[in-house]
């Protein structure tokens, strides 16, 4: 909620949520009662990978219900001293620090800018006296990100302080548009989009940035209304008391989620505002995303396993549950290692996870598929840009190729090994990306070795599934590692820009538009109908018994 301000517009559906709710018990109950187990150590993987994808449908469920907008106070919003602070470590390019140095003085509200700058680099310092900017640097490196701001925030006076990332330009009207929501002496800090300039950059860059569609639409307008909006490290608006509060900011890999915990934890509220306010760079290579991904997993499991239990007392009921689920993302690299592992050892041993008919397995999923389906469209209506809706395949391509990062994340929280705090890399380049793609290239060989070898031994309706499921994941990660491959992506889009392959491009085009289109269409189509087969089933099901 928002406190004093008003809870805002909301649009909570429930008919579908519950028709969803009910699918999900309907497949379960089935599931369940037909007594699937076959090889009972693939069977409790492979179900541990079907739990743990339902519990994220309910998630986004639970967000998708509540999604709302805050309502700025009527009244005029009494006049803060704000700071606007910025980062630079070595490395970083000027072009784009002085890009977002100019756009921090071109705020309107009256404001003092900030550079924390870790190099204390002579051209910026000179930039910054040229720009009015309050150059700031210091001799003792501690905390990386958190400490470089908390050491400006020592002579920084305002009531409030904005921190921004070196790569997000903000627009002249950033803080009209988020001052107002402090008249709310209980809110701590003001969160808005984090959006993206170079999405088409490169194929990495588009998935990247199609991960984060969902997030900064539907699931952070749901969680502003449970009072759980995620702090980010760009974009976001602090009070200066509620820094205070809890000693500053937070430190760690993920000093943002930190952050926001320990200010949740102390009672202050959170507000989300869902407009695009600034401009940033999502990394546009494999080895940028990579590093990016492993410091994140490495830092929530971090925060979900020693930080988390210490506050758990002093949050919510909803804020308790968002911090025990939001980590858990990263489990993906996990469960898709289950994926992954379960076709190519059922094949190689010719034992299969699941003894029930294919046919009864997918009739009484396909009601559950749709509705999801379905309920994923409509959330597509608070999306931030129109572009912004389709299938989202490129991110969901590059979040598969991801697993082995996002277990590599786990695995170092598990052993205590030190990930360094390393500044996500702001240039791309064009070079092609092979050896990051080793263990993606390793397991699709595995992949097609068990396929062939399957094919020698067994070849029966079970093993032809399995080798369907191996064969769907290597195709996966062979596209996951194409998108890394920058020059030869080029070489193939310049040929496909060329006649006659165009005419078919624009064909694949306009099918794809099609399909996106259409796709509420086919989820209330796929729900209906396999809701009738199922009630068909149960009523023929009853008039033989009787």
């Not at 397991?443 to 029966?460: E, F, H, M, Q």
């Amino acid at each position: 909620m928002f406190g004093e301000a008003g809870s805002g517009r909301r649009t909570p559906d429930a008919r579908a949520g519950g028709a969803g709710v009910f699918s999900l018990l309907y497949f379960l109950v089935w599931f369940i009662s037909s007594k699937p187990i076959g090889y009972a150590p693939l069977f409790w993987l492979l179900s541990v990978s079907l739990g743990f994808k339902l519990l994220r449908m309910l998630h986004e469920w639970y967000h998708y219900v509540s999604v709302s907008e805050p309502v700025a106070p009527a009244s005029p919003a009494p006049a803060y001293t704000v700071d606007v602070l910025t980062t630079f470590c070595p490395g970083e390019p000027y072009a784009m620090m002085d890009q977002t140095l100019r756009a921090m003085q071109a705020i309107t509200y009256p404001h003092t800018s900030y550079l924390c700058d870790e190099a204390d680099d002579p051209y910026l310092r000179q930039l910054c006296q040229q720009l009015g900017i309050v150059h700031v640097t210091r001799r003792h490196k501690v905390d990386a990100k958190a400490g470089n701001i908390n050491h400006a925030l020592q002579q920084a006076t305002g009531q409030l302080c904005v921190v921004l990332d070196p790569d997000h330009v903000p627009a002249p009207d950033f803080l009209d548009q988020v001052v107002p929501y402090f008249a709310c002496p209980t809110v701590g800090y003001v969160q808005v989009v984090q959006a993206y300039g170079n999405q088409d950059e490169s194929l990495v860059a588009r998935g990247a940035a199609e991960q984060t569609y969902h997030f900064y639409g539907p699931l952070m307008m749901g969680m502003h209304a449970y009072n759980t909006a995620q702090a980010i490290g760009a974009n976001c608006t602090f009070r200066r008391a509620a820094l205070d509060s809890i000693g500053g900011h937070a430190a760690g890999l993920t000093e943002d989620m930190h952050t926001a915990l320990r200010l949740h934890a102390q009672g202050w509220q959170s507000v989300y505002v869902p407009r695009i306010l600034s401009r940033g760079l999502v990394p546009s290579t494999l080895g940028a995303f990579y590093a990016q991904q492993l410091k994140w997993a490495r830092g929530a499991f971090e925060l979900l396993l020693t930080v988390y239990p210490r506050l758990f007392r002093r949050l919510s009921g909803r804020q308790k549950l968002h911090y025990a689920t939001l980590p858990l993302y990263f489990l993906s690299g996990l469960v898709t290692l289950i994926d992954i592992a379960v076709p190519i050892a059922s094949l190689f041993l010719s034992v299969y996870p699941w003894h029930i008919a294919l046919d009864a397995f997918f009739l009484h999923l396909a009601p559950l598929l749709g509705i999801g389906l379905l309920i994923r469209y409509k959330a597509q209506q608070w999306l931030r840009e129109p572009q912004e809706a389709g299938l989202h395949l490129a991110g969901g391509i590059l979040r598969v190729g991801t697993w082995w990062v996002y277990l590599l994340g786990f695995v170092y929280t598990l052993l205590r090994v030190r990930v360094p705090y390393i500044p996500t890399p702001k240039e791309g380049h064009g070079r092609n990306e092979l050896k990051i793609c080793l263990p993606n290239l390793l397991t699709i060989v595995l992949c097609a070795v068990a396929v062939k070898y399957a094919g020698r031994v067994d070849w029966s309706p079970y093993s032809r599934l399995m080798a369907f499921l191996a064969t769907t994941n290597a195709a996966i990660l062979f596209a996951a590692v194409g998108m890394g491959q920058h020059t030869w992506v080029r070489t193939l889009l310049h040929d496909f820009s060329t006649r006659p392959l165009s005419g078919l491009v624009a064909a694949g085009q306009k099918i794809v538009q099609t399909l996106t289109v259409r796709t509420q269409t086919m989820g209330i189509s796929l729900a209906a109908s396999s809701l009738l087969l199922v009630g068909a089933s149960m009523l023929l099901s009853t008039f033989r018994s009787s």
